[in-house]
């Protein structure tokens, strides 16, 4: 008897039909969090490239809240270590940078995505999309007021006509939100280091507050995580990748 699930392995793709997909496997399967890196230094070309192609993950109406701080100045690379708390991945890392999540830049954004918007004249419901549905979707008003009124006309729509997307009612949704999309953006980086040949290991062990008053950031900005990268070391890899059996994560329902 063929099952569900039979049938999604049936249907999986292979080297054959994608000749991507063994690249592909390649760059997740070799990556690892490294935790000592060589003395080769990343360079500019490819820092670069990697940084783009961070920017090319998917993120919520292409509102784009990321941010990523290379530290290279020595003095603030110095502090920075500290900040990661000594940690050797922080130390011996070519290059270190910090994911920073925006809570501030969707109203900005809108309005760059409608300047720099690839169709011209912009669509109609382009336009409305980011002056109204992203407006309503974050406008808070000040102590959360809007949020309020938007709360209760929420549960109204909801009853009346059906489903609908919750939208932001609190400061942390909003960072919720921020941080769900730079963290993409962060995985993008990581793969993109490994497919260079290059490693990396995200750090959340740092001390926030220290590393934005040393990077000069905001109560609007939040670093999502550190990370270093460089050339793996012989002795970078602390112990054997592992992880719990799929069939405990996956549900098909
Ligand atoms: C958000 C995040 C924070 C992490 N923080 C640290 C850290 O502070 N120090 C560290 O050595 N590894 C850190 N790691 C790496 C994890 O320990 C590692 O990804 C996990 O053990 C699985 O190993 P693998 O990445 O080699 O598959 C972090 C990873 C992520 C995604």
Same mark, same amino acid.
Do not use: E
């Given at each position: 008897m063929t099952t569900e699930n039979d049938n999604a392995k049936n249907t999986l793709a292979t080297p054959t039909h994608t000749p991507q997909l063994q690249a592909f496997r390649n760059v997740v399967e070799s990556r690892r969090s490294v935790r000592r890196f060589t003395d080769t230094p990343i360079s500019d070309e490819?820092?670069?490239?990697?940084?783009?192609?961070?920017?090319?993950?998917? &993120?919520?109406?292409?509102l784009q809240p990321w941010e990523f701080y290379v530290i290279d100045s020595e003095k603030k690379r110095k /502090?920075? =270590?500290?900040n990661c708390m000594g940690q050797n991945a922080a130390k011996t890392s070519a290059? %270190? =940078? $910090?994911?920073v999540a925006r809570t501030d830049i969707w109203q900005d954004h809108s309005k760059q995505i409608l300047n720099e918007y690839p169709d011209k004249p912009v669509p109609k419901k382009v336009k409305d999309y980011y002056t109204k549905v992203v407006a309503l979707d974050f406008l808070r008003g000040p102590a959360n007021v809007i949020s309020?009124?938007?709360?209760?006309a929420t549960q109204i729509v909801r009853q009346? /006509?059906?489903? =609908? /997307?919750?939208? +932001? +009612?609190?400061?942390?949704d909003v960072k919720n939100w921020a941080t769900n999309n730079t $963290?993409?953006?962060?995985? &993008? %980086?990581?793969? $993109?280091?490994?497919a260079h040949g290059f490693d990396s290991c995200a750090m959340g062990g740092f001390d926030e507050p220290a590393m934005k008053r040393l990077l000069g950031l905001t109560d609007d900005h939040h670093v999502v995580m550190m990370i270093g990268a460089g050339e793996? $070391?012989?002795?970078g890899i602390y112990s054997a990748q592992f992880r719990f059996d799929d069939a405990q994560f996956v549900h098909y329902v």
């Open positions: 490819v820092m670069a490239d990697c940084l783009h192609l961070a920017m090319l993950a998917p &993120n919520s109406s292409n /502090k920075a =270590i500290k290059r %270190l =940078i $910090a994911v309020a009124a938007k709360w209760s009346v /006509k059906g489903p =609908i /997307k919750s939208p +932001y +009612y609190t400061f942390d $963290a993409l953006g962060a995985q &993008n %980086l990581m793969l $993109a280091l490994r793996r $070391a012989d002795n």
